[in-house]
């Protein structure tokens, strides 16, 4: 396996690594870095891959300069290689919403964390990024995503999650295939909040999504979001 490395926005980095292993087609794993003054990690990855996954971020930046680490939820590949990261980067703050760090993070993280209030913007020097809490959106009562402000990048986790190999960027349908994988593996449970809150990320409308597992999105991201709001109601 190997980590590529490719700028989706402008200092805005996608982390991927393909495992063929997984399933018939293989599986995508995505983290992303915001190079900024204060740079940040969405995603920490398991902690097998973290060797991988910190020498491609050294690629971009020295790891002593990261400042910020958090996730969505907790869960392997979201939250496995927390104070593997937080041993190379010395000077990082693991942070994550009110939830989180109630029920996992403070006990998990081997440095205490910062706790972020839904809609709060960390002024990164260059980017800013918004907390917001997303409950049960993907999944787990922890979850938040973040969005980036200067650029329109929405880091999403795994909603729009496909299988197989796939191309760093896509301007194509990433709906079809995120209802496909829904269907095979039911992973987000359509809860009354589902709907709601993937309008509410629509109304950002954000110019990139940064997937998890798949390809970075360009395009209508709003459309996008609706669209899987929609599949989610009629779901219920």
Not at 154 to 180: P, R
Request: proline share 7%; glycine share 8%.
């Amino acid at each position: 396996m190997k980590t590529s490395v490719t700028e989706i926005a402008d200092k805005i980095y996608r982390l991927s690594t393909f495992v063929p292993q997984i399933g018939p087609t293989g599986f995508t794993f995505n983290q992303f870095l915001i190079d900024a003054d204060q740079p940040l990690l969405f995603h920490y990855g398991h902690r097998a891959m973290f060797p991988l996954i910190s020498k491609a971020v050294a690629s971009v930046i020295p790891l002593e300069k990261l400042r910020w680490t958090t996730c969505s939820h907790v869960e392997g590949d979201e939250s496995g290689a927390l104070n593997e990261w937080l041993a190379a980067a010395p000077n990082a703050t693991p942070a994550h919403g009110q939830t989180g760090v109630n029920i996992w993070l403070t006990d998990m993280a081997n440095r205490g964390p910062r706790t972020l209030k839904n809609d709060e913007v960390i002024d990164l020097g260059g980017k800013k990024v918004r907390w917001l809490d997303t409950p049960h959106v993907p999944h787990n009562w922890d979850a938040g995503l973040i969005y980036e402000e200067t650029t329109g990048t929405l880091f999403s986790s795994d909603l729009f999650t496909q299988t197989g190999a796939c191309e760093a960027t896509t301007a194509g349908d990433i709906v079809d295939a995120a209802i496909a994988t829904e269907k095979a593996i039911p992973f987000m449970p359509a809860t009354p909040q589902a709907g709601p809150t993937l309008r509410r990320l629509a109304a950002l409308k954000p110019k990139v999504i940064a997937l998890m597992h798949g390809p970075s999105f360009f395009g209508d991201g709003a459309a996008a979001l609706d669209a899987l709001a929609t599949y989610y109601e009629q779901r219920r």
